[in-house]
């Protein structure tokens, strides 16, 4: 690990030999109508790659919606100046693709940015680990001929998704109301909660593991039994999955807090990639329809175990709609015909499940929300080319709720079984934005749709995303 820091410090210190490179439009003064009509300063756009500089060294990116919002894509743009990325939550329930030439990738739990050779990933303490995927996905990547060797790292704190994790996930009825993804989030982090959970650091001592495995398994298979399952959790089934996968985990274990507490310290660029989307969260999000951990951006410092005050800056991923898998409400949601257009456009079927993802106009309501609660420092907004084509776009601006209008977002589901949302209804481009890497090249009802997101939203546009593919990105 030390000769891993001595590197990363070598890098830095050449990096910061550079010129700073961030223009900073972020704290300039804003013209009227808005930033996206005529601005001379534009033309001086940025790539994604500049985002990192020398003040900016811990950048989190977090979904601001209910998650798949090109997060994966994102990370894997800002990746190219970072020194290290780390995921902070979740696991193999996300699904994030990257685009390179022709080839795609969808990572689950390994991070974003391993598609950069220089770049160093990390697993945090937050996240909940499934060995076996972990590996089946590393095998791959491999086989794709990235190399992974002492690039990937996992938290010895991070709690382990065991294969009772994810039969309770299977066969509960409360997972198939909320249409989990299956893969034995809820009840990992269900046995971390009560303190009954397995570490990676557990691995290395076969005693005190048997002891935990005993413990957990004996909880699943009470509460199989009470879903009225015939299936059953067993000690020696799991511990011999456990034995085959632990000396490669264990080759890759780290303390994940302190490796990252001494890379920023001695100036290294951090990406904290989040997972799902904030109204995912279980503390802010659409409860009960959510995942188990805080996806918000506070998850980041406690997920990987550094201060808060070490996050220099908060990313929030959009789509330039809104999309949900499973179930809970949606309150922009299409109907029937619109949805199977925007689905078929956008290409949205979820990237671990391949389940259909429900589809609605962009909903100002929600990512006002998710730019209070975390803190946004700007936007990323993905998937503007997907409207290319359409002859109205709507924006949800508020909701009508027993004849109020309600412009923050509610905290009880109730509320929001029987509302109106109010749009503001903007006219189609009707052309191609796929090749824009300007803001000025972008159609200007395309610039008045994004002036009046930011308005709405209150928070500064900084990349806007116009095709799958790495290139396709205008930074702002
Ligand atoms: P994540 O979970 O937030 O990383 O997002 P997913 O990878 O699950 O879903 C986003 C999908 O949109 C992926 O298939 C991406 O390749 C794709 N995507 C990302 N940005 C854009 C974009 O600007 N335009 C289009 N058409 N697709 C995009
Ligand atoms: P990424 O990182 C979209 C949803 C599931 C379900 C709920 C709970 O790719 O954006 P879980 O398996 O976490 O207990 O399921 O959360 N969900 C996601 N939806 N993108 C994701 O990840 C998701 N991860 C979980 O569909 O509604
Ligand atoms: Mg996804």
Redesign the pocket.
Known sequence: MARVVAQVVAQVVARCDDPVRTVDFINAPRNAPGRFFVDPRLTACRTGAAMFDTKTRAIVVV?AQW???????LVDVIAERADWVVRYQGGAN????V?IGDH?T?LHQVPSGILHPGVRCAIGNGVVLDPETLFEEVDALIKDGVDVSGRLYVSDRAHLVMPYHKLVDKESSASREIGTTGRGIGPCYEDKIARRGVRVLDLAHADRLRTLVERGVEHANHVLIGTGSLKRASVEHTLEALGRLAPRLLGISEDVGLAMHRALKNGAAVLFEGAQGSLLDIDHGTYPYVTSSNTTAGGAATGVGVSPRVLDECIG?VKAYTTRVGGGPLPTEYDEVMGERVRKL??EY??TTGRPRRCGWFDAVVVRYAVRVNGLSALAV?????LDTLEKIGLCTGYEIGGELVTEFPGDLAALENIRPHYEWFDGWQSSTADARTIEALPSQARKYLDRIEELVESPIRYV????RRD?IIGL
């Open positions: 979904g998650g798949d919002e090109g997060k994966g894509k996300a699904g994030h693709t685009h795609s969808v991923v956008g290409n979820g990237a993905t998937k503007l080319d997907v995303s116009v095709g799958t396709q």
